[in-house]
């Protein structure tokens, strides 16, 4: 039975249309999913995606600064040197701010990091506006490494922060959101660099500072929204604070049952602070818990997702389209990428986390073996294109609607709160390593291997369901404590007895520490 607040017995499930009845009941839940997200994720999956439009206009332009300051033109390797170095240099910028971000989020809370946070990516808009007119490729570099701090924050704070304003019947759904925001990124960055919009080399200056315009967006609707109630209970100690958030958030209801889950987390955790990195991965309590961040987290850059969308121009060429259409078809991936994580959210409450990324690695593995094979036969058999065509759309569906929507918001579920900063911090970081070394390695992998680097994509995707489907319990609907202790019941040895968490309802005021290495 549906109650009219935002909770639930555990043991009920309720069907799809009444999760979204329970989601429309929070109307500020479903703001904080915008304004969180056009300054989070978005900012990440834009990144990524726009610098593949202007990529012929900033080589230039560095060919002419340099013939402009030095009178020395540049070869094709200088220039495609320092245009992959403006590339990359992203991805330092991105695990420079996942480093600092924990410590932050901690001492600071969640909002006023999100909300210092835009200031970043304004600046870096303002160095990429002027760019071209200042005739500079340095403010670029300088400009994509204040984006890629401000990405690094955001993929840390912004899945923190919805979660812990999010009910605890909702919490999958919601955490989805966080991949649809950066495959939103993805495809806006596709989209508005054609050159009917902004990808000309005129207006390309602005396809670059539009980050600015979501950090501005971010900038002056976040302060109307309020800071996390998990935040201000278990690390500030404001009960009334935190009631009067969840009022907000959910609904003028009583919320007493979710308050004292919190106080019993935080009676489990009584003068516990929170954790550092180090102490993180030395704890045994929640050793398999930081095993699972690493086995989910490494697979989302090393997967084959960017070595597919990599090969997709290859195929789509060869399947007949012209190659000034190749730039309007691979808009067709990043609206399939963005339509399945929408699907994801729209069926994960019901299907579970678990069997969601399962099912993912397990299509993405089967796909990667059909496509290498197809591949390989395209230039034998003239129908193959299509059929490499098709099984690309369908790997991004796999992605979509498994590894990348259900991955991201996973540290913030299955850590407690004392672990959490620090879960991410680690999560974060596998992530933009993975990225970096991608990066450097796969033009080699390419050039030695060619479409036969899928199989060791393939290794990665095998690996990662298996663990998945034996050694990861289901979150749906636990709290953080459940959650730590089917973990244990899980991989405990037979006969050892399970070490019991403390749930007594008294509190005591939690030491809450900077989350550092």
Same mark, same amino acid.
């Given at each position: ?6 909770? %639930? ?62 009178? /020395? ?6 220039? =495609? ?22 410590? $932050? ?9 999100? $909300?210092? @946070? @835009? ?5 870096? *808009? ?6 071209? !007119? *200042? ?8 400009? #994509? ?8 924050? =955001? ?50 200056? +602005? ?47 009583? %919320? ?14 009584? @003068? ?25 987290? !490494? ?8 070595? /597919? ?14 190659? %000034? ?33 399962? #099912? ?22 003239? +129908? ?34 004392? &672990? ?10 596998? @992530? ?24 060791? &994509? ?40 399970? #070490? ?18």
């Amino acid at each position: 039975m549906i109650t009219n607040d935002c909770r %639930h017995d555990k043991d009920q499930t309720p069907a799809m249309p009444q999760y979204f009845t329970l989601l429309l009941e929070c109307p500020l839940v479903i703001a904080a999913i915008f304004v969180t997200g056009i300054g989070g994720t978005f900012q990440y999956g834009f990144c990524i995606s726009v610098m593949t439009s202007p990529s012929d206009f900033i080589k230039e332009l560095v060919n002419k600064t340099c013939l402009h300051r030095y009178g /020395v033109s540049l070869d094709k390797s200088q220039v =495609s040197l320092i245009w992959s170095f403006t590339v990359s240099i992203f991805c330092l910028g991105g695990l420079l701010g996942t480093l600092v971000a924990g410590p $932050l989020v901690t001492k600071f809370g969640r909002k006023p990091c999100l $909300l210092l @946070n @835009n200031l970043l990516a304004i600046i870096g *808009a303002v160095l990429m506006l002027v760019s071209q !007119t *200042a005739m500079s490729f340095e403010m670029i570099m300088v400009g #994509r490494f204040l984006y890629g701090i401000n990405s690094g924050v =955001s993929l840390s704070v912004h899945p923190i922060y919805i979660i812990e304003c999010t009910p605890k019947r909702l919490r999958a759904m919601v955490g989805v959101t966080i991949a649809s925001c950066m495959s939103f990124g993805k495809f806006s960055g596709q989209l508005l660099g054609i050159s009917e919009l902004l990808g000309t080399e005129e207006r390309w200056p +602005w396809l670059l500072g539009f980050n600015g315009f979501a950090a501005l967006l971010q900038l002056f609707t976040l302060p109307f929204l309020p800071e996390s109630p998990r935040f201000l209970l278990l690390d500030k100690g404001d009960r009334q604070a935190c009631e009067k958030a969840l009022r907000r958030l959910w609904g003028n209801k009583d %919320h007493s049952m979710e308050v004292e889950e919190m106080l019993q987390e935080k009676a489990a955790l009584e @003068n516990v602070r929170s954790h550092s990195v180090m102490e993180l991965i030395c704890d045994q309590s929640v050793r398999w818990q930081l095993i699972t961040i690493i086995f989910t987290f !490494t697979p989302l850059q090393l997967c084959g997702i960017n070595a /597919v969308y990599f090969y997709s121009f290859e195929v789509f060429g060869a399947a007949g389209i012209q190659e %000034h259409q190749l730039r309007y078809a691979a808009l067709g991936t990043g609206l399939c990428e963005l339509a399945t994580s929408i699907g994801c959210f729209m069926t994960i409450e019901n299907i579970g986390k678990k069997v969601l990324l399962f #099912r993912g690695y397990l299509g993405m593995s089967a796909t990667l073996i059909l496509l290498t094979i197809t591949l390989y036969l395209q230039t034998h058999i003239s +129908w193959m294109p299509y059929c490499s065509m098709v099984l690309i759309f369908i790997f991004i569906f796999f992605f979509a609607g498994g590894p990348a929507g259900a991955t991201a918001p996973l540290p913030g579920e299955i850590f407690t709160q004392s &672990f959490k900063s620090a879960g991410y911090t680690i999560a974060c970081t596998i @992530n933009w390593t993975g990225l970096f070394v991608l990066g450097m390695v796969f033009p080699t992998l390419v050039e030695k291997l060619d479409y036969f680097c899928f199989l060791i &994509f393939l290794c990665f995707c095998v690996v990662c369901g298996l663990y998945v489907w034996f050694y990861v319990p289901e979150t749906k609907n636990r709290t953080a404590l459940e959650i730590a202790a089917e973990f244990r019941k899980m991989h405990s040895k037979p006969g050892e007895p399970q #070490r019991e968490i403390n749930m007594k309802p008294e509190v005591n005021k939690t030491q809450a520490n900077e989350t550092k290495f």
